[in-house]
């Protein structure tokens, strides 16, 4: 039996301008370190033929799978603000797209699998640890319930790469919804290119924005549509103290989901300007300005696609900052919708959004873990002897205080303790990707082979909502000598 991907591919039928036609490079030694099983149900794919020989070398790009046809994917970008007119697929190559389980056409993309026309210095690979950091990250992010690319599996090459140290290479199986991008429409905005910025625009629509293909303003909807779904995604992260590290145009998809985690990474002790990124100097990426960032990244989508609005140019830029104008609001309510539920209130009363600022406050001032704070507030819904959210607090009467307001809110609504601290617990993780846990992690698998830790993580991280007693130690925060400071990009 050979491992057969029913690729039905539609975007490799676009213009050639769109992409460039490469194959992944042939590695040595291809082993299978991960695969993701019920993704690959959920794809159509057969895992046990995947975990194969065969399947190994299909992952690592060794060997293309009937009917792929394998592209690096044209995209432009603002990184860090500055414009670059080319970026493109440079160390990734989409195989192709499937129709999963659901009816959802899937991208199947190869990270860190070779050169390609976009590489412009880079090497086109991929070190280990990103790839194994991007594979617990998306998937937890997935189990969390928030709109992400996944990984299908991880493999090594058996070759090294180099980068400030010698590193095992590896390739990462990446699904997403597709992989366009802002950038992908600035790559044809900046080349004036309004054929193709309409014939992505199209495309899109029909992929992921099907309701619009009927809209009397199609084009207008669509920006509608990424606004709306942007402004969800990022107060999701908030929710959940996400930080994404490199929010660049070209990182940002136009489905809506997160996509290239890089330097990303979940705060532990909740502080609005918290970065972890080493390149992220400025702190324009940090925890608080993701709103804002994203709301820019959206002003430049709706940049490349105002020739579609019409010939009126002035009128068209109105438009365009109408539809954008409804970011902060959709923004807004999701945000405060998912702060009501973390803190337990059924409903909404005026005083609300005060009283729960005022807990973000307090634990900023006392340094209380975001993750734990939120959970053990559950517990202390379920039971007023729970004292767990206080001991997260370094002068827990400020919790005491702001818990005395919080109790008498809750008196208002007729839900017994017990159904208030499930609601809670179902929106409020115990479990999330820690830093530390990540990193070492990492070092276990690069520096000894040995992925017993990173199998483990990334099963209790399956299920993040869930208590799961026998692993107590995976939801604490780091002790002071595990802090990790600084992340690091995958390049
Ligand atoms: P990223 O920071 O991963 O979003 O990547 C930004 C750009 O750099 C994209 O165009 C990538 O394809 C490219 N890139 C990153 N790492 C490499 C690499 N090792 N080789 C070639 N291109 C790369
Ligand atoms: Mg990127």
Known sequence: MTVHFPFQNSYSALPDSFFARVAPTPVSAPRLIKLNRPLAVQLGLDPDL?????????LA?????????????????????QFVPQ?????????????????????????????????????????????????????????????TTRSLAAVITGEPVIRETVLPGAVLTRVAAS?????????????????????LADHVITRHYPDLLHAERPYHALLAGVVARQAELIARWLLVGFIHGVMNTDNSSIS???????????????????????????GRYAYANQPRIALWNLTR???????????????????????????????SAAYQAGLRKKVGLFT???????????????????????????????????????????????????FDEWAKRWRERIALEPQSATERQAAMHAVNPVFIPR???????????????????FEELVKVLAKPYADQPEYPAYADPPLPDQRVLQTFCGT
Do not use: W
């Not at 995947?50 to 299909?58: P, S």
């Not at 060794?62 to 860090?80: E, L, N, R, S, W």
């Not at 705060?267 to 992220?280: E, L």
């Open 256 to 282: 809506g989901e997160t996509i290239d985690y890089g330097p990303c990474a979940f705060m532990d002790a909740y502080n609005p300007s918290q970065v972890f990124s080493s390149i992220d100097e400025m």
């Open 348 to 398: 909404e009363r005026e005083g609300d959004e005060a009283l729960i600022q005022d807990l973000l406050d307090a634990m900023a001032k006392n340094q209380a873990d975001f993750t734990l704070t939120f959970r053990k507030l559950g517990d202390a819904a379920g039971d007023p002897a729970a004292n767990d959210a206080r001991a997260q607090f370094m002068d827990p009467a400020a």
């Open 50 to 58: 995947l975990e194969t020989a065969e399947g190994a070398e299909i």
């Open 435 to 453: 830093n530390h846990r990540v990193e070492a992690v990492i070092q276990a698998a690069v520096n000894d082979d040995n992925y017993a830790p």
């Open 179 to 199: 992989h366009i991008r802002v950038g992908t429409f600035q790559f044809f905005a900046v080349r004036r290119d309004t054929d193709a910025i309409r014939r």
């Open 87 to 147: 970026l493109g697929d440079g160390r990734a190559i989409l195989l192709g797209e499937v129709i999963d389980r659901d009816g959802v056409r899937r991208d199947i993309q190869l990270k860190g699998s070779g050169p390609t026309p976009f590489s412009r210095r880079g090497d086109g690979r991929a070190a280990l640890g990103p790839v194994l950091r991007e594979y617990i990250v998306s998937e937890a992010m997935f189990a969390l319930g928030i709109p």
């Open 301 to 331: 989508l709706a940049e490349c696609l105002l020739p579609l609005f019409g010939d009126e140019q002035e009128k068209a830029i109105a438009e365009a900052q109408d539809i954008l104008g409804a970011f902060s609001e959709t923004f």
């Open 61 to 81: 790009g060794k060997t293309v799978p009937a009917g792929a046809d394998p592209i690096a994917m044209a995209y432009a970008g603002h990184q860090f603000g």
